[in-house]
């Protein structure tokens, strides 16, 4: 199977083979990928990071070979630590991979820590929302999670839907812990939504943009609108 890497700040995956397909997701520099198939100006990819299949177009492939994508695939993973940092000449955003150890880049705890994940989701705030985004640039709500928990050395899924199966159940509020996750829906629907708990009934989250709101039974509060935005499905802590 042939391997490739990103070599650019960000590529945008695509549902379908076509410019006008929506995004939904970002490989992000230095993210690793499988080449599953070639249609015309279109390669379908499976990234390494969380498994997501998706159409790039075929002039950003950057191929690679067996022995270099095993070297990189087992190498220690650093991250760039600040919203948006210049690297070779690239901007990278928040939570890019690097493979050595770069200055102010920030090296992945080997447990899980949510304070590290934390620290790192507020630097985002204000970060606009892009449906399939993962950087400062723009970003969605799982993307958002999913960046800030894998610098804290917690790997999630790259959907909502699939993050909610990590980790195990809170059942009470008053139980929660910051750095645990809340999920949204309607009642047996998807799930469409997902934060992070950082403590005092209050949530960050993609919503608009990236941004810090109260948490109650019901759901997400939003004083600006004075209402709740989103509907309360569940708690998950992943330790």
Known sequence: MEHGICTLSAIAIRKEN?????????????????????????TLIRTVFDHYEGWIQSKQHH???ENEFKRLKSSKLFFVNEPVSK???KLLSLGTPLYSSEEGALQAPTHFDAEVMIENAKKLLGTPYLWGGRTAFGIDCSGFVQVCA???GLDLPRDASQQIRCG??????????????????????PITHV??????????????????DYLDQTGIFNKEL??????????????
């Open 150 to 152: 894998r610098m804290a």
């Open 195 to 212: 934060g992070i708990l950082i403590g005092n009934e209050q949530i960050l989250h993609c919503s608009g943009q990236v941004r810090i």
């Open 63 to 65: 191929a690679i070979d």
């Open 87 to 89: 690297y070779k000449g």
């Open 18 to 42: 076509s410019h006008s397909s929506e995004m939904v997701s970002q490989l992000l520099y230095n993210e690793l990928y499988e080449k599953l198939d070639e249609q015309t100006e279109w």
């Open 168 to 189: 195990e159940l809170v059942y009470f509020l008053q139980e929660t812990l910051p750095g645990d996750l809340a999920f949204f829906g309607t009642e047996n629907g």
């Open 226 to 239: 004075n209402q709740h935005t989103h509907q309360l499905m569940a708690i998950k802590r992943n330790v």
